[in-house]
């Protein structure tokens, strides 16, 4: 009996699932944890990395079984260490919009776009602000690959994770040579102690040995997992996603939708310029993905929800917040293909898409809007994927074929909802799997599970014809009057953002 282990440090939550050596999950464990605010950074500290990983791993059986695992987190950000591994600075989140200065630099150096969530945007703003940790750096590398190294002593990415930290040369599937080389002429007279192929992670490929758990790193599990077992390369959760989604294919995509929403195409071939609006990064086996990524999606709607629990219970009632959800969503069914003109900004933190530094939620209407439960429930989710579809847009207006949308994330546990109105949103079919609700960490345990069993084969063939062959799923094709709903909400949704920036500006 063989099992399959993956571990995913996501922004709310860390968990452990195990799979099969039919790739079923059969159990998991998690930890609940959230970023703090401190001295105007977004982080997460280090001790809680830890205490989180034990507590999920506790949660999950057949640990004597687990004969291979792997490491997946949040993408991008700033873990700067010195040469004994100390940490030099506190952990900078991708939730963090601190470097637009080096992003703007960057993007306009390599001729590529460098958002400011990635992690060599925040080591040469660091560099710019003149930070005197910087001379001490000998590691940079993102919170899996810092957890990867912690357990099994290998300093290496998933090339999925490094494409977020430094744009990858798909032909080598390593950091491209040429914009190494540019970089390190432009901080030439800046630093003088290290070139920036030193400091950054080696890159590994889906499948490729990532080292095992040594005696060491079983001690930092109080030796809940014993030494031996075989890791996978270190993948960020945008990898884990398209993995659980079999999105790794050209054509195909995944849309993850919870706390941020943000989707992945594969592509055949480059997009014909650059955009600040689309990110270009990796499959975990180095396929080149147009990734639109935005900072807020459910946040909005899951206060709202709280708000009208509060309702509820000013009559006595103490509704299920599981069941609230499903009653609403299912509600909001009920309102008109527009919204009825109620436009919901669900901008709580800032957006790099439509270039905001910080957000302001709102609700606006006009006079004579429609403004009942139903229709103002469906803008509070038409809002957490407007954002994306703007980019989404851009991805169309570049002929990017798109063959399959597989959707997962708590947008979509409701059925048919979410899922109809990011049809309606993206105008594709729109998939959900009934595996996808396990999301990052299920697709981490695949990479596991094929770094165990995928030799000689690719990850596109191994997904396809071993995984997801007889995978339970269902598949809605966008309806053509939702399509217009949506995309008349989507022009009020932008008139609104000027409203939303004289709030940011003055509020």
């Given at each position: 009996?063989?099992?399959?282990?993956?571990?995913?440090?996501?922004?709310?939550?860390?968990?452990?699932?195990?799979?099969?050596?039919?790739?079923?999950?059969?159990?998991?464990?998690?930890?609940?944890?959230?970023?703090?605010?401190?001295?105007?950074?977004?982080?997460?500290?280090?001790?809680?990395?830890?205490?989180?990983?034990?507590?999920?791993?506790?949660?999950?059986?057949?640990?004597?079984?687990?004969?291979?695992?792997?490491?997946?987190?949040?993408?991008?950000?700033?873990?700067?260490?010195?040469?004994?591994?100390?940490?030099?600075?506190?952990?900078?989140?991708?939730?963090?919009?601190?470097?637009?200065?080096?992003?703007?630099?960057?993007?306009?150096?390599?001729?590529?776009?460098?958002?400011?969530?990635?992690?060599?945007?925040?080591?040469?703003?660091?560099?710019?602000?003149?930070?005197?940790?910087?001379?001490?750096?000998?590691?940079?590398?993102?919170?899996?690959?810092?957890?990867?190294?912690?357990?099994?002593?290998?300093?290496?990415?998933?090339?999925?994770?490094?494409?977020?930290?430094?744009?990858?040369?798909?032909?080598?599937?390593?950091?491209?040579?040429?914009?190494?080389?540019?970089?390190?002429?432009?901080?030439?007279?800046?630093?003088?102690?290290?070139?920036?192929?030193?400091?950054?992670?080696?890159?590994?490929?889906?499948?490729?040995?990532?080292?095992?758990?040594?005696?060491?790193?079983?001690?930092?599990?109080?030796?809940?997992?014993?030494?031996?077992?075989?890791?996978?390369?270190?993948?960020?959760?945008?990898?884990?996603?398209?993995?659980?989604?079999?999105?790794?294919?050209?054509?195909?995509?995944?849309?993850?939708?919870?706390?941020?929403?943000?989707?992945?195409?594969?592509?055949?071939?480059?997009?014909?310029?650059?955009?600040?609006?689309?990110?270009?990064?990796?499959?975990?086996?180095?396929?080149?993905?147009?990734?639109?990524?935005?900072?807020?999606?459910?946040?909005?709607?899951?206060?709202?929800?709280?708000?009208?629990?509060?309702?509820?219970?000013?009559?006595?009632?103490?509704?299920?917040?599981?069941?609230?959800?499903?009653?609403?969503?299912?509600?909001?069914?009920?309102?008109?293909?527009?919204?009825?003109?109620?436009?919901?900004?669900?901008?709580?933190?800032?957006?790099?898409?439509?270039?905001?530094?910080?957000?302001?939620?709102?609700?606006?209407?006009?006079?004579?809007?429609?403004?009942?439960?139903?229709?103002?429930?469906?803008?509070?989710?038409?809002?957490?994927?407007?954002?994306?579809?703007?980019?989404?847009?851009?991805?169309?207006?570049?002929?990017?074929?798109?063959?399959?949308?597989?959707?997962?994330?708590?947008?979509?546990?409701?059925?048919?909802v979410g899922q109809s109105y990011m049809a309606a949103a993206c105008n594709a079919p729109v998939t959900v799997m009934k595996t996808a609700g396990e999301g990052g960490p299920y697709g981490m345990?695949?990479?596991?599970?094929?770094?165990?069993?995928?030799?000689?084969?690719?990850?596109?063939?191994?997904?396809?014809?071993?995984?997801?062959?007889?995978?339970?799923?269902?598949?809605?094709?966008?309806?053509?009057?939702?399509?217009?709903?949506?995309?008349?909400?989507?022009?009020?949704?932008?008139?609104?953002?000027?409203?939303?920036?004289?709030?940011?500006?003055?509020?």
């Amino acid at each position: 009996m063989e099992r399959y282990l993956g571990i995913e440090f996501g922004s709310t939550r860390i968990k452990a699932v195990v799979i099969d050596e039919n790739y079923v999950p059969v159990s998991s464990g998690d930890h609940t944890w959230k970023s703090e605010y401190k001295d105007s950074v977004w982080t997460y500290s280090l001790d809680d990395v830890w205490a989180g990983l034990k507590d999920a791993v506790s949660g999950i059986s057949d640990k004597e079984s687990i004969t291979a695992m792997g490491i997946s987190a949040m993408m991008h950000g700033y873990l700067a260490f010195d040469e004994k591994w100390n940490l030099l600075v506190p952990f900078r989140t991708w939730q963090n919009t601190m470097t637009a200065d080096a992003s703007e630099k960057l993007t306009e150096l390599f001729g590529f776009n460098i958002p400011q969530r990635w992690s060599i945007a925040h080591l040469y703003q660091a560099i710019l602000n003149g930070e005197a940790h910087v001379e001490q750096i000998a590691h940079i590398t993102t919170l899996a690959g810092y957890v990867h190294y912690k357990l099994t002593g290998v300093n290496a990415l998933g090339v999925g994770d490094a494409s977020g930290m430094f744009p990858i040369d798909p032909a080598k599937n390593d950091y491209d040579e040429a914009m190494i080389g540019k970089f390190d002429q432009l901080i030439n007279d800046k630093v003088k102690s290290w070139k920036i192929r030193d400091i950054l992670p080696a890159v590994l490929s889906a499948g490729e040995d990532a080292g095992s758990l040594t005696e060491e790193g079983s001690g930092l599990l109080d030796g809940m997992l014993p030494a031996g077992i075989a890791f996978a390369p270190a993948e960020g959760d945008a990898g884990t996603g398209m993995t659980a989604t079999n999105a790794v294919s050209p054509g195909t995509g995944n849309v993850s939708a919870g706390t941020s929403i943000f989707s992945m195409v594969v592509l055949d071939k480059p997009l014909n310029k650059v955009y600040p609006e689309i990110d270009m990064v990796t499959t975990p086996s180095g396929s080149p993905v147009a990734m639109v990524h935005c900072n807020n999606c459910t946040a909005d709607s899951n206060a709202w929800v709280s708000v009208l629990n509060e309702t509820a219970e000013l009559f006595g009632s103490k509704p299920d917040t599981g069941d609230l959800y499903t009653k609403l969503y299912e509600k909001s069914l009920e309102g008109d293909k527009d919204c009825g003109g109620v436009v919901c900004i669900n901008y709580q933190a800032g957006e790099g898409v439509t270039h905001f530094d910080a957000g302001r939620p709102m609700v606006v209407r006009q006079p004579d809007s429609k403004f009942t439960l139903a229709n103002f429930f469906r803008a509070t989710i038409y809002s957490s994927m407007a954002t994306l579809k703007i980019g989404m847009d851009i991805l169309a207006e570049e002929k990017v074929e798109i063959k399959r949308l597989t959707g997962h994330g708590g947008l979509f546990k409701t059925p048919k909802v979410g899922q109809s109105y990011m049809a309606a949103a993206c105008n594709a079919p729109v998939t959900v799997m009934k595996t996808a609700g396990e999301g990052g960490p299920y697709g981490m345990a695949l990479l596991a599970a094929f770094r165990a069993k995928g030799e000689g084969e690719k990850l596109e063939s191994f997904l396809e014809n071993k995984v997801f062959a007889g995978a339970e799923a269902m598949s809605l094709e966008p309806d053509s009057s939702d399509v217009s709903g949506f995309n008349k909400y989507l022009e009020n949704f932008k008139a609104v953002l000027k409203a939303e920036r004289a709030a940011v500006e003055n509020y």
